[in-house]
């Protein structure tokens, strides 16, 4: 698959300070990238750079198969990005705001005003004055000015702050929505690991200024398999239960008194059960899910 951004020793130092650190990343045509790492490690650094807002001390920039340059106005117009806290004039409605954005991009469709803020439920509010809307409303209208083009390549900075649970969720549909049925490419950074976990293709990790890890979330999820965790003083004994009595060899003796069981196909229940009844005392045991946070944990 074709990458349609791309970075090559990306590196920004402020006042002697290198604060991004030879970044190569790779984004390619049609996914969704999540973009992860802890406040400060980059990442809005990294996305203001990409938008030509920031200029790099070091490496390049490929997007489109062009190189950014401080003149590459061509390719900012086949993208859309909210970066940061997103600004509106607050005195004027959600629509003039639209109409404002669109000006400015050259995109005379403003028929897809309408359209857009009912995409990101404000339809309603419309022909709202902005300083009268919550956080939650202006990151709403943040995501329509960012997608009302229908950019190429999206670009945003947690986009879902402020936003209750149903709010999230919406969201998170119309993302999936606009990347599967208009193929847009999507690099979106967000502390939810669980949101990114759901609709992510890719995973990349920064931590101080350093991209740490860059995988799949299929080869992700492959490495950290779900597993039943047993504590418990008769490790011995018990290994020989689980091998006499259920047949299970899939399994790994951890430090002096855990098991951890990767046959997925006994349930917790038989287990614990069969251990009690073969008079095996049991401290704990628990199901551990396979997440996208121990991942993150593991590379920060």
């Known amino acids: 698959m074709t990458n349609i951004l791309t970075t090559h020793n990306l590196t920004k130092t402020i006042q002697g300070v290198e604060i991004i650190s030879n970044v190569n990343m790779s ?4 996914e969704i990238y999540g973009f992860l790492g802890p406040n400060g490690a980059g ?17 390049e920039i490929e997007i489109f198969g062009q190189k950014v340059t401080p003149s590459s106005y061509d390719i ?10 997103p600004i509106f004039y607050e005195k004027l409605t959600a629509k003039e705001n639209l ?10 469709h403003k028929k897809e005003i309408p ?14 004055v902005v300083k009268n809307f919550s956080l939650g409303m202006k990151q709403r209208l943040g995501i329509a000015r960012a997608i009302i083009t229908k950019p190429e390549l999206l670009i945003l900075d947690e986009p879902i702050n402020g936003l ?36 992510a293709d890719t995973i990349g990790v920064i931590h101080k200024g350093k991209l740490t ?15 039943i965790e047993i504590a418990t003083n008769s490790q011995k004994k018990a290994c020989f239960v ?41 401290e704990s045991i628990y199901q551990k899910q396979a997440s996208l946070e121990e991942y993150f944990f593991d590379h920060v």
């Open 164 to 199: 209750d649970p149903v709010g999230i969720k919406e969201i998170r549909d119309l993302f999936i929505g606009l990347n599967q049925d208009y193929g847009i490419t999507m690099l979106i950074s967000s502390h939810i690991l669980k949101e990114i976990e759901q609709i």
């Open 213 to 227: 890890s860059e995988n799949s979330m299929e080869k992700i999820q492959s490495q950290y398999t779900d597993y």
């Open 76 to 85: 900012l117009k086949r993208m859309g990005s909210m970066i940061e806290y």
């Open 242 to 282: 689980l091998e006499d009595k259920l047949q299970i060899t899939n399994y790994k003796v951890v430090e002096d008194k855990y098991i951890r069981i990767f046959d997925t196909h006994t349930p917790l229940s038989v287990v614990s059960k069969t251990l009690i009844l073969n008079n095996i005392e049991i």
């Open 43 to 59: 990442k809005t650094t990294i996305m203001k750079m990409v938008m030509n807002l920031m200029k790099p001390t070091d490496g």
């Open 99 to 108: 109409e404002l954005h669109c000006e400015y991009m050259g995109f005379h």
């Open 115 to 128: 359209l857009v803020l009912e995409k990101v439920k404000l339809h309603e509010a419309m022909n709202k």
């Open 27 to 30: 984004i390619r045509k049609g």
